[in-house]
């Protein structure tokens, strides 16, 4: 079978396809995220992360747009480059003295995540995977706009309207 059929496979739900997309691209991807983080406990992480978003994401694969290792690539290109980010600030941050005599803030608790996951919920099917993806996977505008093969400006527009529908529903 084709590695677009595989993705294709993938987008349909299919896990054994997802296996046999793992079997044929885990090695050649996670060599790919080891050039990026130079971290083998990282690559490993990214190339985690990198087959998580396949699988959420393969409907979004086009064949008319780039090949499947091309999109392969760059999926486990921008996984290997969060890696390297959060290993970068985490190591920065571990190095940082804090003067701030001030304790933490508590965590928050599940009880003051209510509201906002309820408005969350109310957002636009759109607004809400645009904020979902660029708030807590981390991704930037323009891996948005490539990712989602949305106009930069639409983009830019739904984490906008998206945000501003947020703290409109969570107004008192």
Not at 30 to 50: C, F, K, M, S
Not at 90 to 102: F, G, L, R, Y
Not at 116 to 140: K, M, V, W
Request: net charge negative; hydrophobic share 40%.
């Amino acid at each position: 079978m084709a590695l677009t059929d595989v993705v294709q496979h993938c987008a349909a739900g299919d896990a054994d396809a997802l296996r046999q997309l793992y079997d044929l691209q885990s090695a050649r991807l996670y060599g790919i995220a080891l050039r990026i983080t130079r971290q083998p406990e990282l690559a490993a992480g990214a190339v985690h992360d990198a087959f998580v978003s396949i699988w959420q994401f393969a409907s979004t694969f086009d064949p008319a747009r780039s090949s499947a290792e091309a999109w392969l690539t760059s999926i486990i290109r921008y996984r290997a480059l969060d890696a390297a980010r959060r290993n970068y600030m985490d190591s920065a941050e571990d190095e940082k003295i804090s003067v701030d005599p001030d304790p933490p803030a508590p965590p928050r608790t599940s009880a003051d995540t209510v509201p906002l996951q309820r408005c969350f919920r109310e957002l636009e099917p759109e607004n809400r995977r645009i904020l979902s993806l660029a708030f807590l996977d981390g991704l930037t505008e323009d891996q948005l706009a490539r990712l989602l093969k949305l106009p930069l400006g639409t983009i830019k527009s739904g984490l906008r309207s998206g945000l501003a529908d947020l703290r409109r529903c969570l107004e008192p």
